[in-house]
């Protein structure tokens, strides 16, 4: 099978693996209105090139928080590996290494930390955190990943519980008994989900500063209230997310509450996104629009599905070269060069 495109990635996942594994990740919020919605935004976007620009050597690397990646993709954290290959997170983090990008490792990993940093040494990696009702829990998660060597804390906001997922309750998904959520072994009974701490405030991101010294950005940002919030709490980046449309549908595309939270925060903190990249021109307006970098969900997992860390790897290399190819044919021959005179919003 010739894998040109990620769509290709996504019909070889939908077919070949188990439809409880499928379903899990595949699955939106209630009507799947938001998580339709995050692809179909980027439609809406339309390019404003600019012509007879050099764009013969192209340089299309940047950095979030101070660190170098070779293009503004990385990986958003995402549960359950092993239901896409039984390395799981393993070859994730061995991929974002080889392709010299960030991963940011999940609360709901199949593998441990310990494991996920032995797998890629060296590599750039994100812990993904949720607080529990257990404190002491989620403060050992914190200082596991620091000690490791992760770099950077990613606080999910927006599941003080979980959002109906249809397909899920249908299946009665569960883990299989052969897989565990190896950082929380110990801490809670998986898929029940009562572990998670809805009391969460603002304040508690100042109680995490008192436990590492890793910059904290926080994901699931889509307003400029919540915007604005973070930057007087603190954080040095924002997740502009919607959880890939999996919590409260009917709520905004990222890409349309990107514009919104980039005007909030005026440059005093990096902004990402997630949510809908399915291309290289995808990445391409939303850096326009202001991202710092975007990262990929669901098409790591269809990567992981078809070859493991090599599938990853191939999902990487498509958007990479389509995002080179973009930059190069709307004139932009740098990340640098990148900015809101790119794009248009349509009036279809």
């Not at 098409?299 to 990479?320: M, R």
Request: with cysteine; charged share 25%; proline share 4%.
């Amino acid at each position: 099978m010739s894998m040109v495109c990620l769509s290709d990635f996504e019909a070889y996942a939908k077919k070949y693996l188990p439809k409880i594994a499928w379903d899990y990740f595949a699955a939106g919020a209630d009507d799947c209105t938001t998580r339709d919605e995050n692809i179909l935004a980027y439609k809406r976007i339309r390019f404003r090139p600019h012509m007879l620009r050099d764009v013969s050597v192209m340089d299309i690397r940047t950095k979030i928080l101070g660190s170098e990646i070779s293009f503004p993709v990385g990986i958003a954290p995402t549960g359950f590996h092993q239901l896409a290959w039984p390395d799981g997170e393993k070859s994730t983090a061995r991929a974002a290494r080889a392709m010299n990008t960030c991963y940011i490792a999940s609360t709901y990993s199949t593998c441990t930390l310990e494991e996920i940093s032995t797998a890629a040494p060296g590599g750039l990696r994100w812990f993904q955190l949720y607080i529990h009702r257990n404190r002491a829990a989620s403060q050992q998660l914190v200082q596991r990943a620091e000690a490791l060597g992760f770099q950077g804390l990613v606080l999910t906001a927006d599941l003080p519980y979980t959002g109906k997922r249809r397909d899920d309750v249908r299946n009665g998904f569960r883990l299989p008994p052969h897989m565990k959520v190896k950082n929380l072994e110990r801490a809670f009974e998986v898929c029940k989900m009562s572990f998670l701490d809805p009391s969460v405030t603002w304040n508690d991101i100042y109680w995490l500063q008192s436990l590492t010294r890793l910059p904290i950005i926080i994901k699931g940002i889509l307003t400029r209230e919540d915007a604005e919030l973070a930057v007087k709490h603190g954080v040095q980046g924002i997740i502009v997310s919607n959880h890939g449309g999996r919590q409260l549908d009917e709520g905004p595309a990222t890409i349309d509450a990107l514009v919104e939270v980039v005007e909030a925060v005026r440059g005093r903190v990096e902004v990402y996104v997630d949510g809908g990249i399915r291309k290289g021109s995808d990445v391409l307006k939303a850096l326009a629009l202001g991202a710092k970098c975007v990262f990929i969900g669901r098409p790591a997992l269809w990567g992981l599905a078809y070859k493991g860390e090599e599938g990853l790897q191939d999902v990487l290399k498509i958007l990479q070269d389509e995002f080179r190819l973009s930059m190069a044919l709307a004139g932009c021959a740098s990340v640098s060069e990148i900015g809101q005179h790119l794009v248009q919003f349509s009036r279809l």
